[in-house]
């Protein structure tokens, strides 16, 4: 059976199934205490945060001239009302909703924005950046007793693997959830995109309608003391027949230069947690292969693009460990990912399938919490505008840190990174001004040293439910950053940022019942 089939089954016979078997329960929604016959009321749940953050981002581009209006001194504040209202019905009935509200730049409303026009909001495009209302999660979840405590979703929802560095997105489909003793599978398919703006799984004219779907299996569970979550996933994207594929393509942001088209990509991985004497350790190893279907001749607009044989493989490696010291915790992080040695031939380099970003390891050099689906502004190097790397993609990295509390509501954070390419990176300059980057528009030269970077994270407990957070970081950039950001290392800025967030949050408030 191939894909369109499968799907067509799943969106067919699925829903019908998850209604006929919620519908055949009458224990669905009633206490497993023998109160038989008395059913369960309604109840409204309240969750959410405001969130405040203050920046002061210098040398972003390492001190090249300001590019278009995203410039190498911004100082702006911006906001995020978040809120996750919850229907439940007894135990094992629900409905998720999660909405962000308020969401914007200081100054930059949407009453004043024009997509004919160039700006700083359009390099988010649609992502609903400045004031409007944006659905992040909208969905249905049964517990069926009847079948061992099954749990079934419904919607759109959170699809996410291991540490978030090969897949962090939200998205619409379904999940089955089932425990077998002290392990647990969790089943999902979802929708990750329809073709074109429409509903055709065809070709016509020149675009391909056909749809681009991501599965994906998890396993949870103890071994040894740890506790361990292997997993295999699997994105295919149909609709590249007309040249275009959703990554990278369509997502309506930057990723770093030279990325790939992904045709289809298969990943297989584990992370784990647990303690080793007494260090606390987690981490994570993945392996993802897959196909570029799309030849490109050159990098394409804005160097989107990257050029290879069609074959596309990679592999991440994460490892963190903490350990009590002195009065705080001792901590290590060491992140391997794969890279391209040449972004105009051979394979094609895969670290991830979609990714929001919320993977943290440094302030400035990857900070990635991106506007793409749920951030809304460009934090890090790695953002729509100066485009450096996220997560592992191309990076080497290892970094030592100490936390400790000075005072009962204090925690401070310092962290020294050091950071190198995986794969050599090259100058490149659009020597005839198409705005394309093509194979005699690469330098002989060649670096891999990205930098390195401290940084520090102060936390305060002003009161029950409300911190404020002063952080912040400086990088000594290498050539091989100025090479990915620039084109270029005449630019030798170093990069810097404070940041202050005030974060008022509440948890499961009951403000509504009804029988």
Known sequence: MNIPSIRRSICIVWPLAFLILVGANPSLGQEESGEAGEEAGFELYLSGFYAFNGYTQNNFFLGRDAVSVVSDGDDYAIQMLRLQPEVRYGENLRVVARLDMAQGIWGVDNENRSR?????????????????????????????PKLGDTTFRLGRMKNSLGNLLVLDQDGDGIQIQKSFGEWGVTFDWTKMFEGVDGLTDEDFGSLDGEDADLFYLELSGPAGGFTLNPYVAHYRDQGDDD?????????????????????????????????????????????????????????????????????????????????????????????????DDDPMAGDGNITKIRTNGFFYVTEVWEDSVMPDEEGITPQGLGSPASRGYREFENTTLLQLNYSWKPAPDWRLFLSGTFLQATEDLHPWSDLDGDGAIEPG?????????????????????????????????????????????????????????????????????QIATVD
């Open 116 to 144: 004919l026009e160039p700006g700083f909001s359009d390099l988010f495009d649609n992502k609903e950046t400045n004031f409007f209302l944006h659905v992040d999660w909208a969905f249905v979840e049964a517990t069926v």
């Open 243 to 339: 040249g275009r594929t959703y990554i990278p393509q369509e997502l309506d942001y930057f990723k770093p230069r030279f990325a790939p088209n992904v045709s289809d990509v298969t990943v297989a991985g584990l992370s784990f947690q647990g303690p080793v004497g007494p260090v606390t350790l987690k981490g994570e190893a993945a392996y993802l292969t897959g196909s570029d279907d799309v030849a490109n001749a050159d990098s394409g607009p804005a160097q989107l693009l990257d050029v290879n044989d069609g074959d596309l493989e990679g592999y991440v490696l994460y490892a963190d460990a903490e350990m009590p010291l002195g009065p705080g915790a001792l901590g290590a992080v060491f992140g391997l990912g794969s890279g």
């Open 441 to 509: 528009e690469f330098g002989a030269e060649s670096s891999d040293d990205l930098g390195s970077e401290i940084d520090f994270r102060l936390d305060w407990n002003v009161m029950k439910h409300v911190t404020w957070t002063l952080r912040g970081g400086y990088m000594w950039a290498g050539d091989a950053a100025g090479f990915l950001i620039n084109g270029t290392d005449r630019y030798d800025e170093n990069p810097w940022e404070l940041r202050t967030t005030v974060r008022v949050g509440f948890d499961g408030i």
